[in-house]
């Protein structure tokens, strides 16, 4: 098993856990976005996304490069529960849209939040959900309100593998 984390911080806090509970991880001091270079499958994604200052690149990279067959995602949601039926595109003068409940919205957060400077962005529910879609993830069932467990998408004829 491998466990990646660009902070040294949460890396010691999750040797002592695996430690504690005697399971064996190899940990390594690595950004989300160093993803190809490490020539490893997992599929756990967990209490990451909000702390990415490039979210969907970092969905498109784990699709790309680690993630096998499934994915477990977890993210902090904040805002709309409900996700509103949003037809596939709009015309450029639409602008309910944008204040419509249930939308895809993620806040930017510019200094902090939660006494935490490296939160960056917090996304609503229809936000992650959509945002996984988008980067090649089916989302097969949702066992916790913060937690999804994705299947990875075929590549399409559109992208590059």
Not at 32 to 57: I, K, T, W
């Amino acid at each position: 098993m491998v466990g990646i984390d660009s902070d040294p911080g949460y890396l010691a806090q999750a040797r002592f856990a695996a430690a504690y509970c005697g399971v064996e991880i190899n940990f390594r001091e690595l950004s989300v976005y160093q993803l190809a270079s490490l020539n490893e499958r997992f599929d756990l994604f967990l209490g990451v996304f909000y702390h990415l200052r490039y979210p969907l690149l970092a969905l498109d990279l784990i699709r790309r490069h680690v993630a096998h067959h499934h994915m477990l995602f977890q993210s902090m949601l904040r805002g709309d529960r409900q996700i509103a039926a949003l037809a596939s595109d709009y015309p450029f003068d639409e602008r309910r849209l944008f204040v419509c409940p249930g939308a895809p919205r993620m806040q930017f957060v510019e200094h902090s939040y939660a006494r935490d400077p490296t939160n960056w962005w917090i996304p609503n529910r229809a936000a992650v959900e959509a945002m996984l879609r988008s980067s090649g993830f089916e989302i097969l069932a949702r066992p916790e309100d913060e937690v999804y467990l994705c299947r990875v998408v075929p590549f399409t004829a559109r992208e590059i593998p």
